[in-house]
């Protein structure tokens, strides 16, 4: 395809957070696309932050050159096969990784190896080209999704955590889903796949499967690994001092803990989407080893879900009390959150839909900005003009947004003339 998507010139930059930033599309359905783009994932070259790739369902991927305002845009192929939930990250060298999910024959559901494995793929520059895709050891006709994947800030090893189910989608008693980890110094070569939950849960990608899995790495190269079942959210530690020049040994997996009870459901009803997740983010203070996890539950109630946030600061032993995100009053829909820190101030940056100013189902893109260490949120609304889902389109399970250096790029799926488009917002401070 290759076209280039120019940007929407209806606001000047956002400077300060002063007014609303402009918009930019980055991705609309392609003539030969059998997906419109939904799930997208953005990263910033931290090393140059002018430098971004994007991807969305199921194989579209962009690149900028001038910190979003314009992209280029292409489909990725892999000897794989590529089937979507893409993830995003670049290491302080500029490499990008692309992850995404299996499609062997190209066949999709019509043939069982789908999701057979996940797939990593390196390009070495702006995101021009990317090698033909390397993956962890597939597990017989085990099923693998919804991956996320972590960076090591000065060392740049890549550690992956995603869900395994038995047969994805059977309803059976005996099928069984959990969540792995696998590590990689260069996203060619991965270590075996580790168990590291110790709760399974069924396989029908539902509030009761164990999914959801997002990693973070602290200051001192440890895991943090966060992910819900069953209302719950679990979080484990992973030692990670002894593996660090061994790829080959097993790493110190710690006990899995409950840390948020109740309500932090994978899969809820949002009106005019459907089914929406609250699916925890794993986040990492690379200066003093905060940690922080945030979701979306329902805990107020079917008509009220908002957004939250936890910290810890002593490695996950204690965790702070619930902070609600969104600051407006009690009794609108606030979902599908995603949030990162800008590691050069410790800025935490949380982007979600929002139903505020509105009565029916038409929805906004906000984005909440903490400088105290997740203790208090600022709210902006950062889309341009409202949408509304058209029914029965397949929506997607998350949006993105990724911080470097005060260039803050949110990502999310809109709809434009009726029809899905995925956008980013020229945010700076």
Request: negative net charge.
């Amino acid at each position: 395809m290759k076209t280039l998507v120019s940007v929407c010139l209806s606001a000047l930059c956002l400077v300060g957070f002063s007014q609303t930033p402009t918009n930019v599309i980055i991705f609309e359905k392609g003539e030969t696309a059998s997906f419109a783009p939904c799930e997208p994932s953005l990263a910033v070259n931290p090393s140059n932050p002018s430098e971004m790739v994007a991807g969305a369902v199921l194989s579209y991927v962009a690149t900028s050159t001038d910190s979003g305002k314009t992209w280029e845009t292409d489909y990725m192929k892999s000897r794989y096969g590529v089937y979507g939930d893409p993830c995003i990250v670049a290491d302080e060298k500029g490499r990008f990784y692309y992850f995404h999910l299996s499609d062997p024959s190209g066949k999709g559901w019509n043939d069982p190896s789908i999701l057979d494995r996940i797939v990593c793929q390196r390009s070495n520059g702006i995101g021009k080209k990317w090698n033909k895709g390397f993956a962890p050891s597939p597990n017989g006709t085990k099923d693998q999704d919804k991956e996320w994947v972590a960076v090591h800030p000065t060392l740049g090893y890549l550690v992956m955590t995603w869900t395994e189910f038995d047969t994805y989608g059977a309803s059976d008693d005996s099928c069984k889903s959990r969540i792995l980890m696998a590590i990689s110094k260069n996203g060619k070569k991965w270590s075996e796949p580790y168990t590291i939950s110790e709760t399974e849960g069924n396989c029908i990608d539902d509030s009761k499967t164990v999914e959801g899995a997002t990693p973070a790495i602290s200051p001192d190269g440890n895991i943090y690994v966060s992910w819900s079942v069953n209302g719950d959210i679990k979080f484990v530690q992973i030692d990670m001092q002894d593996w660090k020049n061994k790829a080959e040994q097993k790493p110190s997996i710690g006990p899995e803990q409950t840390i948020v009870n109740g309500g932090a459901n994978w899969a809820f009803e949002i009106p005019g989407i459907g089914r929406a997740n609250g699916m925890p983010i794993t986040l990492c203070n690379q200066t003093n080893g905060t940690i922080y996890i945030n979701w979306a539950d329902q805990r107020n109630g079917e008509n009220d879900t908002d957004i939250w946030m936890i910290s810890s600061k002593d490695k996950g032993k204690t965790w702070s009390e619930k902070v609600r995100v969104n600051d407006d009053k009690a009794g609108s829909q606030q979902f599908f959150t995603w949030a990162t820190i800008d590691q050069s101030n410790g800025n935490i940056y949380t982007v979600f839909y929002d139903r505020r100013n509105h009565s029916d189902n038409s929805t906004d893109v906000y984005l909440a900005t903490s400088k105290d260490g997740g203790k208090t949120f600022v709210n902006q609304k950062i889309s341009e003009s409202p949408f509304t889902v058209p029914e029965g389109v397949f929506f997607g399970d998350y949006n993105n947004i990724s911080a470097v250096n005060g260039v803050i790029r949110p990502i999310w799926t809109s709809v434009k003339d009726g029809k899905l488009v995925v956008m980013t917002a020229l945010v700076n401070e």
